[in-house]
């Protein structure tokens, strides 16, 4: 085995490793053999014979941005080709790798070759496309080539083989009485009996460990405590069902829905026969029936032989969404990240099998091995949460544009509230927009009461609800109509502040408050989710003087419970929704008129349709509007653009109520008025001018460590790096502008007690939709350097969506 072109073997970062027989060469080793030899000693062992060939070249889930060569022996000749799975041995370790390529002959020295041991699978689990596609995030995403294969597979694809039952987890009889005892010794412990005992009943282990974000370590020691209990349930062949929400075909579509599906079937013709892939982007009003413009294009390239993906947000992959797709379509893949390992392989083969055509499911859904691709459609294609948080951090939008393009297919981008990259990329004529200018029906938007809080009196409960608000919440729901409330902070109160010092009661291990959960009667960290009794004094002057400051949605919930007894009322964040039923069961429960007022984060702020909802209330729009991120102002016009829009859905009219501090501030005032060209081009005159995306890339880079010095001192070393090639004599010589922000703590500077510098370049668009070689350069370097070096840690987000 050797890295290609290299002279030994390379290990996990970069080190190297001689081969087995082998024992490194010490200085008195060297004088030794010196000696050796000239006494007459035996020669050097001699180079062993050339293999005959052929070679495969593999690459591992590893950082390390290299192809490895082995020898191909025996009957594995006519097994192995591009896209299998091999068992290699490497580092001394087998693991499993993937075959990218297949050579005759090979210029890597035979002493450093070894042979694959065995081939895993009959064909290709990846087929040339996919191949292609994730060499292009490695080399865009700054990450290794297996990386980003990786995320192509299901996890038991990475393994030799995976488990077909879910383990489970529940409260042992009896365990509540030893929850006290487990909250001053064991934290972790106790968060996890009590979240077991509140659920009553056995849950997914991993999805629940991963909810809670803990380690499988609390787990072990309830079971080996007798606390919990450990079980196993059949995997379903399927993802559960997915919705029974019909979706009637309308008689008639709109103009502009009529015009939008033809449109894009004329470019799925083209491209199917020219191999010329083509990106749209169909801007529509809350409303407008994006969701049968959709559906209406699968269905063309259906009929045409042709697969379709359909991304939604992850919070938008609702029971009523699937049952839109699975009403019109029939059976279709359902790929979201609550599967299991072994359900995810299952509905993978079956799309790989070409017995599911139509895929439907979040950012990774975006690698569905569909053959025959015809169309891929991104739903609310501004989202963030279609850009990956950890390794390879890919944006789905651009990966799909990448893979039509490639394959000659259609990208259908849709929002009502576009992303400023994609509404640029209409302006420059890399995408077609399509308008969809009224809503189905012929309905107006709902008007906007906006609520100037600082006017408002004060008062406990009129510092969370207005009277307007209180005033419509009461008059809708005692005419029957549904209320949905949004805050998009979770938890009961956001800050604990001391009165007599005027300091913050925070997390000991971030830089960051503690929130206050009523329910639970903690104080959380939502950064490392620590958890500790809420403080009857001050931790900095021991004054008895702490008062509660600001609202969560738990906040909300409880003023309405207060207010109006009888009024049913539920809730939905990551707290209360736990279960993967608990989702359904919520939404299913409004959908039938059982809830009056749905109170919630942005969790309810996409996917939703419901016609009983006729009043939307906006608790506070300035939530993320301040926050230290150039995107903070697009992020907030484009969440209250959406959490309005799902108002008067229904025969009845809607409207809404904004209660905010910045009444003035342009993405409030426009997200109101329903007006995003005026917002688009205010917040991109101000883009332009700084030179932010989408008028230039950025370049960041994250260093973390627990020591305070160490973390400092590595983002110094890589700015000075950076500059040189940037900013450079031989940048400047090639009239390159591109420039290094930083060294500075990170906005968020500590997290789990771990310190955060980041470094970032801007550098300006190359000719077109080049990169520039600026750009490029700062990239290669940063991952070569991330690939080496174990500590301090170093994060490489190529176009990041968050500053944080």
């Not at 009957?75 to 790798?97: K, N, Y």
């Not at 209406?296 to 009929?303: G, K, M, P, S």
């Not at 009403?327 to 599911?356: C, K, M, N, P, Y």
């Not at 994609?422 to 969809?436: E, F, H, I």
Request: proline fraction near 7%; include cysteine; glycine fraction near 8%.
């Amino acid at each position: 085995m050797s890295a290609k072109g290299s002279q030994g073997e390379t290990g996990l970062f970069g080190e190297e490793y001689l081969p087995e027989n082998a024992k490194p060469a010490s200085k008195t080793a060297s004088k030794a053999a010196a000696r050796s030899k000239s006494a007459g000693s035996k020669p050097e062992r001699p180079e062993p014979p050339a293999h005959p060939g052929p070679f495969a070249r593999v690459v591992l889930p590893r950082p390390m941005r290299t192809e490895y060569t082995y020898a191909i022996d025996g009957d594995l000749v006519e097994r192995v080709r591009p896209g299998m799975r091999v068992r290699v041995t490497f580092a001394r370790r087998r693991e499993i790798a993937v075959v990218v390529g297949v050579d005759a002959s090979t210029d890597v020295p035979a002493r450093a070759i070894r042979p694959i041991e065995d081939v895993l699978d009959a064909e290709p689990v990846i087929g040339p496309e996919l191949l292609d596609l994730t060499r292009f995030i490695a080399n865009e995403y700054a990450c290794s080539w297996g990386e980003a294969l990786a995320a192509a597979l299901p996890a038991p694809l990475k393994r030799a083989g995976g488990s077909r039952r879910v383990r489970t987890l529940a409260a042992a009889e009896g365990a509540a009485s030893e929850l006290d005892e487990l909250e001053e010794k064991h934290p972790k412990q106790y968060r996890l009996l009590r979240t077991l005992l509140e659920v009553a009943g056995p849950v997914d282990q991993l999805e629940l460990l991963r909810r809670l974000g803990l380690s499988d370590a609390p787990a072990k020691s309830l079971v080996n405590k007798g606390l919990a209990v450990v079980g196993s349930r059949a995997v379903e062949t399927l993802v559960e069902a997915g919705g029974d929400r019909e979706r009637p075909r309308p008689t008639t579509l709109t103009e502009g829905q009529s015009w939008a599906v033809e449109a894009v079937d004329a470019a799925l013709r083209v491209a199917s026969g020219s191999g010329q892939g083509r990106g749209f982007l169909l801007q529509g009003v809350t409303g407008s029936g994006k969701t049968e413009v959709y559906l209406q294009v699968i269905e063309r390239a259906l009929a045409r032989g042709l697969g379709a993906i359909c991304l939604v947000p992850e919070i938008a992959l609702t029971p009523q969404t699937v049952g839109w797709f699975r009403s019109r379509f029939g059976e279709v893949a359902v790929l979201h990240s609550r599967l299991t390992d072994a359900q995810r392989l299952t509905i993978w083969q079956q799309v790989r099998r070409g017995e599911l055509r139509v895929v439907v499911g979040a950012r990774s859904a975006v690698f569905a091995p569909v053959e025959n691709l015809g169309v891929i459609v991104i739903d609310e294609e501004h989202e963030p949460s279609f850009k990956q948080g950890n390794v390879p951090r890919y944006h789905a939008r651009d990966v799909a544009l990448e893979r039509v393009r490639a394959c000659g297919a259609v990208c259908l981008l849709g929002s009502a509230t576009p992303s400023l990259e994609s509404w640029q990329a209409v302006k420059d004529g890399r995408l077609s927009r399509l308008m969809l200018d009224e809503r189905v029906g012929g309905g107006a938007l709902p008007p906007v009461d906006v609520v100037d809080m600082r006017t408002e009196p004060a008062g406990r409960l009129a510092s969370i609800l207005s009277r307007p608000l209180r005033q419509r919440i009461d008059q809708a729901v005692l005419s029957k109509e549904q209320v949905i409330l949004f805050l998009n902070r979770r938890g009961f109160a956001p800050v604990l502040w001391c009165q007599a010092c005027r300091t913050v009661v925070r997390c000991p291990s971030c830089d960051s408050s503690l929130t206050y959960h009523r329910h639970i009667e903690r104080m959380v960290c939502h950064q490392c989710h620590l958890e500790q009794r809420p403080p009857k004094a001050c931790p900095s002057c021991t004054a008895p003087q702490l008062r509660m400051l600001g609202a969560g949605s738990e906040r909300v919930q409880k003023a309405i419970e207060e207010m109006w007894p009888d009024f049913r009322v539920r809730r939905m964040d990551s707290d209360t929704m736990v279960r993967r039923e608990d989702y359904e069961e919520t939404l299913g429960a409004f959908g039938r008129g059982e809830i009056d007022v749905l109170v919630g984060t942005q969790m309810i702020a996409k996917g939703l349709d419901f016609p009983g909802v006729t009043l939307v209330g906006i608790i506070s729009a300035d939530t993320s509007l301040h926050l230290p991120d150039f995107r903070a102002a697009e992020r907030t016009f484009q969440l209250l653009a959406q959490v309005a829009g799902r108002a008067g859905r229904g025969e009845r009219p809607g409207q809404i109520t904004v209660q905010t501090e910045s009444p003035e501030h342009p993405a409030v005032r426009c997200a109101t008025t329903h007006d995003f060209e005026s917002f688009a081009a205010q917040e991109c005159e101000s883009r332009r001018e700084f030179g932010y995306p989408p008028f230039g890339r950025l370049l960041r880079v994250v260093v973390e460590d627990d020591d305070a010095g160490r973390a400092a001192s590595e983002a110094d070393a890589i700015a000075t790096e950076l500059r040189d090639l940037v900013e450079g004599p031989a940048a400047e010589a090639a009239g390159e502008t591109a420039v290094v922000l930083g060294p500075a703590p990170a906005p968020m500077s500590i997290i789990r007690d771990r310190h955060r510098h980041h470094v970032l370049v801007k550098a300006a668009p190359g000719v077109g939709a080049a990169t520039a070689p600026a750009f490029v350069r700062a990239r290669d370097h940063l991952a070569e350097r991330a690939a080496r070096t174990t500590r301090p840690r170093l994060s490489v987000d190529v176009d990041p969506v968050s500053m944080l």
